[in-house]
């Protein structure tokens, strides 16, 4: 690891405090994920060098008012060891990178917006590019198979209503776990989301995940869970498994279906702009990624069904 200037033991005690008080800010202000929070916290302890410590960030209390010559101390602290601290991840993959370099730019852009830090370090971070990768998506018949499969495996239920959710409806593993029998309206054929940054949408309930829905007994808050939400690993094993029994030939991932849903929507002709709010994208950009599935699938049904592709007819010339 390289070297990098190290701080007193009363400004590491004033940092904890600070990150703390981020860390309830992302939770309490922006509706950051559980998952969200864990990352950033462990990525902050990484950046300062005291991983440990920052285990118990969210029993700690953030008592003192900030001192100026601490927050001076941090900040200068901070902007040396930026350089030292992009070196150390630069082995790590794109996506890794760009998630602790954001960690860092949301806590400094957070300390200056709330009059903390007086220069904003997090103009000086940025972020690698990382390659948008076209998502793997089922066909329409695998995804039948795959609720077949859920559907005759009478010990476990809830994976198949868990399936349901994510194919029929298009969340995220997160959104399904989470799901409470309030935000369904059977009668209206409408469900609420709370997805990411506290944002909320409504989306349309098929019939057939209302009637499976309507079968199933309320008990508790949650959909998938009594007294609880899902934790979201176990949901993510009960797909796993449920795409081993189907005997896919590669493994099935909760977003498999999401994005599924989303290019089965694309080449049944929907809209774009409607795919987009059904998703929770914030952008349509993030949307687009699909059109690319929906050209592909396009070219692959058009060479199989385009009569030279059946015929032995070659259009290369003849050689002499």
Same mark, same amino acid.
């Given at each position: ?7 007193? %033991? ?81 082995? %790590? ?30 103009l000086k971070i940025t972020a690698p590019k990382v390659p948008q990768k076209i998502p793997h998506f089922l066909s329409l018949d695998e995804c039948?198979?795959?609720?077949? =499969? !859920? ?27 989470? %799901? ?28 057939? %995940? ?23 690993? =176990? ?10 029994? =189907? ?5 099935? $991932?909760?977003?498999?279906?999401? $994005? ?24 349509? !950009? ?5 059109? $690319? ?28």
């Open positions: 690891m390289s070297e990098s200037p190290q701080l007193s %033991l009363q400004d590491r005690q004033f940092l904890s405090g600070l990150v703390h008080k981020y860390l309830k800010y992302l939770e309490q202000t922006q509706a950051a994920s559980h998952l969200t929070i864990k990352s950033y916290a462990i990525d902050l302890g990484q950046f300062f060098q005291s991983p440990k410590a920052f285990k118990s960030l969210l029993s700690n209390n953030f008592k003192n008012s900030p001192s100026s010559e601490r927050v001076k101390t941090l900040l200068t602290w901070s902007a040396k060891r930026l350089p030292g601290a992009q070196k150390e991840w630069s082995p %790590l993959q794109p996506s890794t990178r760009q998630r602790k370099l954001s960690a860092m730019r949301s806590f400094f852009k957070w300390g200056y917006q709330e009059g903390i830090f007086e220069s904003d370090l997090s039948l198979s795959v609720l077949q =499969t !859920a559907k005759e495996n009478t010990k476990e239920p809830k994976t198949l209503t868990l399936a349901l959710l994510l194919y029929g409806l298009g969340l995220r593993i997160s959104e399904a776990c989470h %799901l409470k029998w309030d935000q369904i309206h059977l009668s209206e054929q409408l469900v609420r989301i709370r997805g990411k940054g506290g944002t909320e949408r409504m989306v349309a309930i098929p019939r057939f %995940l209302g009637d499976h829905l309507k079968c199933l007994p309320q008990k508790g808050d949650y959909v998938l869970a009594e007294g609880h939400a899902l934790n979201e690993r =176990t949901g993510y094993q009960w797909i796993r498994n449920l795409g081993a029994r =189907t005997g896919l030939t590669r493994p099935l $991932h909760p977003h498999s279906l999401r $994005h599924s849903y989303a290019t089965h929507l694309l080449n049944s002709g929907s809209d774009l702009r409607v795919i987009q709010m059904l998703l929770g994208h914030k952008s349509l !950009a993030a949307t687009q990624k699909y059109t $690319h599935l929906s050209l592909d699938h396009l070219s692959r049904e058009m060479e199989k069904a385009h009569p030279l592709s059946a015929s032995s007819m070659s259009l290369r010339k003849k050689s002499k």
